[in-house]
């Protein structure tokens, strides 16, 4: 069921939102050569209870998982680029580190992720995360009262196409409320002018990700951390954003 927040529900989000993007502006700016991911999901945890925010991960067992979650952060680096588990690993020189972190505020939720390099980039990194940067901001573009989620959907696409890249429409954008997963889905692709049609409360998080050569990912043996098949690098980023009836508000602008 897809739910519209009003005008003062959306409100009463930007705190959650606030939270959200100062915990992954604190990740961006710690994530460096010789961190490690634990301690990553360390400082996330920390803020959490300082804030009195609740986590929506470290309980998270949807069915896709092969247990509950059990940290606070997705930490996703190189060929990892969704839902990766935060584990014993000392980043190195080069890597591409992607956070997803999503938490409750006063009963609301937020979801935001961001890639980074740490490090001496690669050219082609650097260029993978601009893509599906600039694919976020065209898919925030479309997010517009009387578009549809397809005109999201495809806006998202048409920048990942236009850099020769193939998509996944497995795992994509979602209804974000009271919990962080809700109606609708929007798929990273999709035909403009279909689907529902977007109206000012709808709150969701916009999400683009894409793998250098292949649309094509794997469960790892940890049951969630998703891999390219091809072992090419990753990239994800994502905002919430409420549809007004102008502009819509980024929650997690950073
Ligand atoms: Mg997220």
Same mark, same amino acid.
């Given at each position: ?12 989000? *930007?705190?959650?939102? *606030? ?17 490690? #991911? &634990?301690?990553?999901?360390? #400082? ?22 092969? +247990?509950? /979650?059990?940290?606070? &952060? ?10 990766? &588990? ?17 938490? +409750?505020?006063? !009963?609301?939720?937020?979801? +935001? ?15 993978? =995360? ?36 193939? =998509? ?13 997963? !809700? ?12 689907? /529902? ?8 998080? =916009?999400?683009?990700? /894409? ?14 951390? #998703?891999?390219?098949?091809? !072992? ?8 919430? =954003?409420? @549809? ?5 508000? @980024?929650?997690?602008? *950073?």
């Amino acid at each position: 069921m897809i739910e519209l927040r009003s005008p003062a529900q959306v409100e009463q989000m *930007r705190p959650a939102g *606030r939270f959200v993007a100062d915990v992954i502006t604190h990740l961006a700016d710690a994530a460096d050569v010789g961190v490690n #991911l &634990l301690d990553l999901d360390a #400082l996330a945890h920390q803020m959490i209870r300082e804030r009195g925010a609740v986590s929506c991960y470290i309980d998270y067992h949807p069915s896709f998982g092969a +247990s509950p /979650f059990g940290k606070v &952060l997705c930490t996703s680096v190189n060929d990892a680029v969704l839902h990766g &588990l935060p584990r014993d690993y000392v980043l190195r020189d080069g890597d591409l580190l992607s956070v997803d972190f999503a938490a +409750s505020v006063d !009963g609301w939720v937020s979801d +935001s992720a961001l890639s980074v390099v740490v490090g001496t980039p690669r050219p082609e990194d650097l260029e993978l =995360i601009d893509v599906t940067s600039r694919a976020l901001d065209a898919g925030i573009g479309a997010a517009r009262a009387d578009n549809r989620i397809g005109d999201i959907s495809h806006a998202i696409a048409e920048i990942g196409r236009g850099a020769g890249l193939r =998509i996944n429409t497995q795992f994509g954008g979602h209804g974000v409320g009271r919990t962080m997963h !809700g109606d609708p889905h929007i798929p990273n692709d999709g035909r403009p002018g279909r689907g /529902f049609k977007l109206q000012p409360g709808l709150v969701i998080a =916009i999400e683009p990700w /894409f793998l250098h050569t292949t649309d094509q990912i794997f469960t790892d043996a940890d049951g969630w951390t #998703l891999r390219s098949q091809d !072992g090419s690098r990753g990239a994800h980023m994502e905002h919430t =954003i409420a @549809v007004t009836e102008g502009d819509p508000i @980024v929650l997690t602008a *950073r």
